[in-house]
């Protein structure tokens, strides 16, 4: 079975400083990982993925994440936060291979404070 | 259309009653997921469907949940005799491909359903 773990429920960071939201994961195999955004009374917005290839991947705006394999984490990160980052991040992973379902992580709430 | 849409946007019913909810996902996409937003369970998944194959069932939580995607585009989700803990937001997703191989799931605005 595959799981995602996000440790932080909340997040607080100063505007213009740099952002990180933490996930690490548990998925046998090669995992594909997720990273979408829930504003309020929203839906999900897809973010960034990994699927192979460079560790470092970039997405909207300006989010990018890093897969680091040995550590089995997927952190968000983001150089300088604006106030309108401030949201519900969750992280996700799929095993992929007739096994499509996402499957996500408790999700952390990210406040951008002025 | 451009996005999936869902509807009804809220829905409010009463304990025992049916509903259904309705998704439309992206034109093309083959692939498309039924989830579920909990405060209790956070976000799970109930369904998936991919072209033609026989849908994967496994995520739903009992026989009161069915769902049908009819002529490979719009999907209804069902559930019967609804429950107070049936309350949640359901979201449907849709991929452009599936069945083996990876794609950005899209997700809708999502479907409030409050039992009373």
């Known amino acids: 079975a595959q799981s995602v773990a996000q440790p932080e429920d909340q997040v607080n960071v100063a505007e213009g400083n740099p952002l990180t939201v933490k996930c690490t994961y548990s998925v046998s195999g090669n995992p594909y990982l997720f990273w979408y955004v829930q504003y309020p009374n929203r839906g999900l917005q897809f973010l960034l993925k990994y699927i192979t290839g460079d560790n470092l991947v970039k997405g909207s705006y300006g989010f990018e994440a890093e897969f680091n394999k040995s550590q089995t984490s997927f952190h968000l990160k983001k150089p300088s936060a604006l106030v309108s980052d401030s949201a519900l991040y969750f992280c996700?992973?799929?095993?992929?291979?007739?096994?499509?379902?996402?499957?996500f992580g408790t999700g952390t709430r990210l406040t951008i404070i002025p | 259309g451009a996005g999936v849409s869902q509807s009804p946007s809220n829905k409010v019913t009463e304990k025992g009653k049916d509903v259904e909810l309705r998704c439309d996902p992206i034109s093309g996409h083959t692939a498309l997921y039924w989830y579920r937003q909990s405060l209790g369970q956070g976000l799970e998944f109930l369904i998936y469907f991919q072209g033609n194959s026989a849908p994967d069932k496994s995520g739903l939580p009992s026989d009161r949940f069915s769902a049908e995607r009819t002529g490979g585009s719009v999907s209804t989700l069902t559930i019967q005799r609804t429950q107070q803990e049936d309350s949640a937001v359901y979201l449907c997703?849709?991929?452009?491909?599936?069945?083996?191989?990876?794609?950005?799931?899209?997700f809708g605005p999502g479907t409030r359903l409050t039992v009373l």
């Open positions: 997703a849709s991929s452009l491909v599936g069945g083996g191989l990876t794609d950005t799931q899209y």
């Open positions: 996700a992973c799929q095993r992929g291979f007739g096994n499509e379902k996402l499957t």
